[in-house]
């Protein structure tokens, strides 16, 4: 059974700092692809960063290059999500999971949440 957890998330300050890891079971993580994405009240869920099953190639969405970097640990079956400068607007739910064009894992987890306010 696929198990994808989500930690890390909190409330910080504009400019402040989080790390998010995604921890993954019940499938071969190192032969897969991951991405985080992330979902803001009232607003579709929208993809953020994306890392190949080495790690070797990163993407990301415009809107976060150069302040969030994502990163991976084949060993541990855990995907993370360094998250710097921080803006009220990256505000949101952040989940794990398959990238777009990937068979989605199902279910989704349940998220963390970010919160960025002063």
């Known amino acids: 059974q696929v198990q994808l957890v989500e930690s890390g998330g909190g409330l910080v300050q504009p400019g402040g700092s989080l790390r998010l890891s995604c921890a993954a079971s019940?499938?071969?993580?190192?032969?897969?692809?991951m991405s985080w994405y992330r979902q803001a009240p009232g607003k579709e869920r929208e993809l953020v960063a994306t890392i190949t099953t080495t790690g070797g190639r990163t993407n990301y969405a415009d809107s976060v290059k150069g302040r969030f970097t994502i990163s991976r640990d084949n060993a541990k079956n855990t995907t993370y999500l360094q998250m710097n400068s921080l803006k009220p607007e990256d505000t949101a739910v952040y989940y794990c999971?398959?990238?777009?064009?990937?068979?989605?894992?199902?279910?989704w987890g349940q998220g963390t949440q970010v919160t960025v306010s002063s």
């Open positions: 019940g499938f071969t993580f190192r032969n897969n692809a």
């Open positions: 999971n398959a990238p777009p064009g990937w068979n989605p894992f199902h279910p």
